[in-house]
């Protein structure tokens, strides 16, 4: 190493930042040359009064700190693009798969039953007893989940929970239910009594009620007994995470405001202090706002929700239908064989545009051999 | 001296801007805190003005926030941190072409007739200090306030300014060489000399 490469590794020596092979280097250098210990020492004083120089320096103002966290308060992280387009190759080969298996399945499945749209959120399992009967019903076999037992309940959960009940009489069933509520810390929260207009229609009722949370399944189980059930769903939503991140985005926006009042009672000029009111007004909106989210999520946490469909055995008459109900019933017909139609021709055109490149592929190698053939047949 | 963060450190660092990636805004907090004088100081060095580099400060650490998730892991948070405030320091100082002394720093020279004693004699050299950093090219005091003033070691002013290593170093030597002057016109010179 020459000297004055020894010499610009000086200041990082007296910083104590130089790798082993490099401080060696440099002691070996400092003890055979002594106009270079002194350079050393000066460096060392030029380092300590630099470093003095920053102990001597402002510090930010609080409102720097204040500016900093209510804009972040006020706008949700996005996924940083960054990671987006890292992610973009994947994204691309999974929407490839999905575009190819869409167009499988509808192009091999046109007639395939329609999915329902009620889905359960978490780990579901379908109730052995009751699968049978959604074999009969497909559309409503999808709702016919119990939550599995877990450690659900150690979470933050929001439990709902529906019921599809055959009843003699939806009006005493409608009553029962209401009873039940009462006497069990329920609130009843909407009811529906649909009394049919004639004879021949079904009679039906529909009843939600609010229960605490630790009572769901006891009252999904008596409500049950109600009727003869037809269908049972139920979705558990684990809202831990939101309860924990809105609480903290309140806790920041709290802190927020505080700081903005500081800074108003120091401002002096009347524009910055509309400013700060200004500011202090949005943060003051926000914080209600995620108050009152807040407060709705641990009310989803502490009550949960429980849906009940009551219909009639049978009509009073079980005669033929009317024509009404007929051409009602044709109508809808016509509409799902529309639907399906649609479906089966925007999977052909997804499938179509999945196989456009082997597609291109195939029709640039057609042409090729054409020309070559052409050229073949010109030649001779 | 101020030192650059040592490994224990530097593992909380790493925890808190993986967290911040996440949204976790008192990960941030805690990063906020450790970052925001160190952050300030060297931008405050470099524009040699209060309010720029407040602005220049708030948008660093907003970009650390929006940008957490782009930190790779090779260097030190704080070297990537140094380098995000770096970059718009020296945007900042383009556009504002002058750097200057905010008035608030000059009224804070102590008045020489003042007893002279350890404590304003040590205020008043570190004024003389600042202003023949202030003197400096930007490039220059950029890193002569990495070395000295925040301990980085070569290779990692090289990661923040974006130059080669060896770049780095005879920029040192020159920038080191050039202030030393400064201090000795001014009048600094009894310790540096």
Redesign the interface.
Known sequence: MKKSDVEELLPFYVSDTLDQHERAHVEAELAEDAALRSECTRIADLARFVAMAHEHADVPPASVRARVFARISGSRLSLPQAALSRLRPVFGALAAVLIVLVGYTFSHRPNAPQATPAEPRLEMQVQPQLKQSAARTPQVANLMVKPAAGNVRDAQIAREGNLILLVDDVARALRETQIYARTHGAVVTSLEDDVPPDARSRHLGKIAIRVPAEKFDEAMDALARLGALQGRSATVEDIGRQIVDSAARLRNLRRTETDLLHIMDRSGRVSDILEVQNQLSTTREQIEQLDSELQNMRDRVAYASVGVSFSANATATSAEPSMRAQIGDAWERALRGVRSFMIALIAAALGALAFLPFILVAAGGLYLVWRRLARFLNSR | ????PQDASEASERRWLQAA?R????A??AL?ERF??PV??YI??LLGN?DA??DV??DT??DV??????YGGVSRPSTWIFAIAHHKAIDCGRRRKTPTLAL??LARVPDPSEPPDDIAL??F???E??LA?GELRADHRAV??L???H????R?IAAIVGAPAGTI??R??HA?KH??AI?ERRG?QR???
Do not use: N, P, T
């Not at chain 2, 001296?1 to 650059?4: D, E, G």
């Open positions: 001296m101020a030192r650059a990636a949204g976790d805004r008192s941030f907090e906020y925001e004088r300030y100081r405050v060095g209060a580099a407040q400060l708030a650490m907003l926030w929006r940008c957490a998730a782009r608030d720093e040590r205020g050299e570190a004024h200090v600042a950093l002569i306030e070395a000295f003033g301990g980085y070691g070569y990692e170093k005879s040192v030597f080191r202030l030393q201090l600094v310790e540096v000399s």
